[in-house]
C-alpha cells in the first residue's frame, strides 16, 4: 500500500508514520531524510541538491522530485512505502502523479492550531544530555531542570508560539489545498489527532484497513 501522510507542524505525522512502517512492514520516507541520504550517497540529484544547498538556496522542486523518484525505486518500496513531508504543495502533487506514482490512501491527521500551538511550545528540551519534557504533559520533578543530568531545560526556536504560528501560516497556505486534491481523487481520510498518541494511532490503522 502506497500512502501519504498530511498534517500541520506538530500533529504527530513522524510518530505515526513509524508505526504503521512498523505494522506493514513498508519504509517511511522522510523528505529531509532522503535529501541526507542522497547527498551523503552523491547520487546524481544528490550533488544537484548539494550545488543549491551550498549557494544557500532552497532545493528546487524538479530536484527533490528527483530524488523521490530515485528513493521508490528501491527494492524496499516494492510492497508499498509512506511518504512523510511530501508532496508539500500543489505543483509536487502533480509531479507525483505525472511520474505514475500511484498513491493508494491520503490520510490527514487533524489537529486545531490552539492544540498545536500548546502542544508545541510547552515542549522543553535539556541542552546536556537532549532529555525532552513538556510543561503540561510530561513536566520536570524539579521546574527547568532535567531530570536525568540536572542540565538546564530550554525552549528550542522551532517550538516558540511566534515561530509555530508562522509554520501553522505556510501548511495553511502552501499544503492544506493538497486535501481537496485527494478528496477530489477519492483517496482522501481525515483522522481526528487525540490527547494520546495510540489513540490516534488507533484511529489511523482503522483508516487503512476500510
Do not use: W
Not at 119 to 137: D, F, I, N, P
Not at 172 to 194: I, M
Amino acid at each position: 500500500m502506497n500512502i501519504i501522510l498530511l498534517g500541520a507542524p506538530g500533529a504527530g505525522k513522524g510518530t505515526q508514520a513509524e508505526v504503521i512502517c512498523d505494522r506493514l512492514n513498508i519504509p517511511a520516507i522522510s523528505t529531509g531524510n532522503i535529501i541526507r541520504e542522497a547527498l551523503k550517497s552523491g547520487t546524481e540529484m544528490g550533488q544537484k541538491a548539494k550545488s543549491f544547498m551550498d549557494a544557500g538556496a532552497l532545493v528546487p522542486d524538479e530536484v527533490v522530485i528527483g530524488i523521490i523518484k530515485e528513493r521508490l525505486a528501491l527494492s524496499d518500496c516494492e510492497n508499498g512505502f509512506i511518504l512523510d513531508g511530501f508532496p508539500r504543495t500543489i505543483p509536487q502533487a502533480e509531479a507525483l502523479d505525472s511520474m505514475g506514482v500511484k498513491i493508494d490512501k491520503v490520510i490527514s491527521i487533524e489537529v486545531s492550531d490552539d492544540k498545536i500551538i500548546k502542544r508545541m511550545s510547552g515542549r522543553r528540551v535539556c541542552e546536556k544530555c537532549g532529555a525532552s519534557y513538556h510543561l503540561e504533559y510530561k513536566a520536570p520533578t524539579q521546574e527547568g531542570t532535567c531530570d536525568k543530568c540536572a542540565g538546564t531545560l530550554i525552549q528550542r526556536k522551532d517550538d516558540h508560539p511566534d515561530t509555530v504560528k508562522a509554520r501553522l501560516d505556510v501548511f495553511h497556505t502552501e499544503t492544506e489545498p493538497l486535501k481537496s486534491y485527494y478528496e477530489k481523487q477519492g483517496k482522501l481520510s481525515l483522522v481526528e489527532g487525540q490527547e494520546k498518541v495510540e489513540d490516534t494511532t488507533a484511529l489511523l490503522l482503522k483508516q487503512l484497513e476500510a
